[in-house]
């Protein structure tokens, strides 16, 4: 029983650190702009997935790595990604009943608003100038949700996780 509670505890870990590095990994600079928020991807899909062993406090230290490997003010990514994930956390049940494709604009439209935060904080705090391809990840997100969705779909069942 331990054993198979650090198995599933591993992959949960496994597969949020595989959506870290695609998020530092390096990519052409017109690419960059249109790369996804795959830890936020990897969040959302946990958190539905397995409300009870993911949780919001969870989101937000992923979003502190985030903050770290991106070198973005500290807490940024870890407020937004809290408050993101909230709504998918109440409202899960719901959500899991959503087809892949209503489930993909809920995704750009919580994709939507971390990237709102970070960009309000930076802006605030750090005059950070408006820029209107920082919101494109949010497109791209959506547009990649349904493999991520069945990706993990799959690596959840092959590893029995309930």
Do not use: C
Request: overall charge positive; hydrophobic content about 60%; aromatic content about 14%.
């Amino acid at each position: 029983m331990l054993s198979r509670m650090m198995v599933q505890r591993s992959v949960i870990l496994g597969t949020v650190i595989l959506s870290l590095i695609f998020a530092v990994m390096p990519i052409t600079l017109t690419l960059a702009a249109w790369r996804p928020e795959w830890p936020l991807l990897a969040i959302i899909y946990w958190i539905i997935a397995l409300p009870h062993r993911v949780n919001i406090g969870y989101a937000f230290l992923v979003g502190l790595a985030v903050d770290i490997l991106l070198g973005s003010t500290l807490g940024f990514h870890a407020a937004a990604y809290a408050v993101v994930v909230y709504p998918a956390a109440r409202h899960y049940p719901r959500i899991r009943n959503f087809s892949l494709s209503q489930q993909a604009i809920l995704v750009l439209l919580l994709v939507l608003l971390a990237r709102a935060i970070v960009f309000v904080l930076e802006h605030y705090l750090n005059n950070a100038p408006f820029m209107p391809h920082y919101f494109w990840p949010a497109l791209s997100s959506a547009l990649f949700w349904p493999w991520v969705f069945l990706i993990f779909r799959k690596i959840r069942r092959h590893f029995q996780m309930k």
